[in-house]
């Protein structure tokens, strides 16, 4: 399938720059730059087109080494099946492995791991069996849905065409017999209608248009819509292309969408279903992969380019960095160029997306430098977690942006005046076993005793409810304060006294709970018992198989510090009361 002038002139590089003796070299049909022919290395992605009788291709020859990681990933970043060559002398290599890895990270769902050169082991089916279990073995922690081996000796063509008479123990599919076949339609994403507007055509005053390439899904005339961020909703009017206008279009078809009422909608916004939406945030987790010589600065604003919005944003934070060579997990400050690691991304504005798996157009970004205009890194947004990546919600935005605080017809004075006291929230801070709870009880028994209205929320009763999904990572423990923290401000904002009893061990997530609940009305009390005595009250096991509070911040500036190890809790709780009486919380 290859042009006579193309072969004539990869005859003649191959008695220069082959590695087969002299002979033809069908290598050089994609190594095409100079540097790729004398050093035997592929460096750029080149792409070849050619077509059989059941299928158009397209071959993305993209090189292994780790220093041109980044030309990989952009080769791969759009292929719907992965081949991955082992030279059988040598088996899995550390660059097999890199391979894999950056194929799965990827999301590509076929791979074929195509085992070349058994010409060279005597086209021994031990050697083919011992590799397979190698790469199956190593294969088992990566995320590959559909993996498939096949023996092939590319130079003579054995099992590449035609079977090969030499391997009679292989009885599957040939190399081009299988691309021919691989069942690639479910890969696409038929169910989540997702269309980024390119363009608003607007070629006279009667007619408004909406390009774009559908992303996933299928629209169909009549069906209602969405539009996003702005939530306006209308009907698809008609669905318009170059050859005329259809009945409905779906993934990867580019078309023209007109609706039926007259909504704000331009490039960078989304149309989607009304009862389907994707994500709408300015903050998500992804893996990036780096491509600047410039390391990555987290802090340092980015654009970030997403379907066809553009924002401004930046890396909150480099969770780990992944060696691709071994798949361990690393400690980094930064990524440097060609690394890939896990990050947080904080963005000016909320975008639509969805997680790169299930989404491949909606889930994929790239950030570019703003100086230079170059593209720095190609990320996937990732939204799954495990117990220690869960995201907290200090600094989320409302899914819905329209949405307003209703006032209460009842006023704060008219509150204190019929309660006879102050709002506020009682924090009880400290260790595991420092009294917390017990302090907490006694505290809301003296104050109903005194006629006061007063509410206790308990760490542990939290968990059993509207936290019964978290465990005790720092992660958790502070998504279950930021919880309490904002039922802790409905029970004030009724005239209530609330009492919050929690570990809450970090100076940062406390200070972020007083900003929901209100400075003013926050009152930090920490129950300062030492670490020793907290072990020997332990009877939960919150001291034992890593749920300890190790790394607990004592609060700096505290309204009180009482060291229950000292005090008894009828002591403790007159304290608390007396320093209530002192603000003129609750009257004397």
């Not at 390119?198 to 070629?203: F, G, I, K, S, T």
Request: hydrophobic fraction near 35%; include cysteine.
């Amino acid at each position: 399938m290859i042009y006579e002038d193309t072969l004539k002139a990869i005859e003649k590089a191959s008695a220069v720059h082959g590695t087969t003796g002299g002979g033809f070299d069908p290598a050089l049909l994609t190594d095409g730059l100079k540097a790729e022919r004398e050093q035997g290395i592929t460096i750029d992605v080149a792409y070849r087109y050619f077509s059989t009788a059941k299928r158009k291709f397209i071959i993305a020859d993209t090189p292994g080494h780790v220093q041109y990681t980044r030309n990989m990933a952009t080769g791969a970043s759009t292929a719907d099946l992965a081949v991955i060559l082992i030279d059988a002398r040598y088996g899995v290599l550390e660059q097999t492995k890199r391979h894999s890895f950056i194929v799965s990270l990827l999301g590509i769902k076929h791979i074929l791991v195509a085992i070349n050169k058994m010409d060279l082991c005597g086209f021994s089916a031990e050697r083919f069996d011992e590799i397979r279990r190698d790469y199956l073995e190593f294969s088992s922690r990566l995320d590959i849905p559909d993996l498939h081996f096949l023996p092939i000796a590319a130079l003579h063509g054995d099992n590449v065409v035609d079977p090969s008479p030499n391997m009679p123990w292989y009885d599957g599919p040939t190399l081009m017999g299988f691309l021919e076949s691989v069942y690639i339609g479910s890969d696409r994403n038929l169910e989540d209608f997702r269309f980024p507007v390119q363009l608003v055509n607007r070629p006279n005053l009667d007619y408004r248009g909406f390009c774009g390439t559908v992303a996933s899904g299928i629209v169909r005339r009549g069906d209602e819509i969405m539009v996003l961020p702005s939530r306006k909703t209308s009907r698809v009017k008609s669905i318009v292309t170059f050859d005329g206008e259809l009945d409905e279009a779906h993934a990867p078809q580019s078309v023209t969408l007109t609706f039926e009422d007259e909504i704000d909608c331009s490039r960078g916004d989304m149309i989607i279903r009304p009862g389907n939406a994707p994500k709408l945030d300015s903050k998500f987790d992804a893996m990036l992969v780096w491509m600047s010589e410039e390391p990555m600065v987290p802090g340092k604003q980015y654009l970030i380019k997403q379907t066809s919005n553009l924002v401004t944003g930046r890396v909150q934070r480099l969770k780990y960095q992944v060696d691709v060579n071994s798949l361990h997990r690393q400690e980094q400050p930064t990524l440097k160029l060609n690394e890939i690691g896990r990050v947080s991304i904080a963005l000016e504005k909320p975008i639509a997306f969805d997680d790169y798996r299930r989404n491949r157009t909606t889930g994929a970004f790239i950030m570019i430098d703003r100086l230079t205009n170059a593209t720095v890194g190609a990320g996937m947004i990732t939204e799954r977690r495990t117990g220690d990546q869960r995201q907290d919600h200090w600094d989320d935005v409302p899914q819905i942006d329209s949405l307003d605080t209703k006032p209460s017809g009842v006023s704060a004075d008219e509150r204190a005046a019929r309660f006879g006291q102050q709002p506020v929230t009682i924090l009880l801070t400290g260790l595991p076993g420092s009294g917390k709870t017990s302090t907490g009880q006694g505290l809301e028994r003296r104050l109903f005793d005194r006629g006061q209205a007063v509410a206790l929320l308990d760490g542990q009763n939290l968990r059993l409810g509207i936290s019964r999904d978290l465990g005790f990572s720092d992660e958790e423990r502070s998504e279950n304060l930021r919880r309490a923290s904002e039922v802790a401000k409905v029970v004030n904002d009724a005239g209530l006294i609330c009492l919050l009893s929690m570990v809450a061990p970090k100076e940062e997530i406390r200070r972020k709970a007083a900003e929901v609940i209100g400075a003013e009305r926050t009152i930090v009390v920490h129950l300062d018992a030492p670490e020793a005595v907290c072990r020997q009250r332990d009877a939960e096991g919150h001291y034992g198989e890593g749920r300890a509070a190790l790394g607990y911040e004592p609060p700096t500036a505290p309204d009180l510090r009482l060291d229950t190890s000292k005090l008894t809790i009828d002591e403790t709780v007159t304290a608390i009361v007396n320093l209530l009486e002192q603000r003129g919380i609750i009257a004397k």
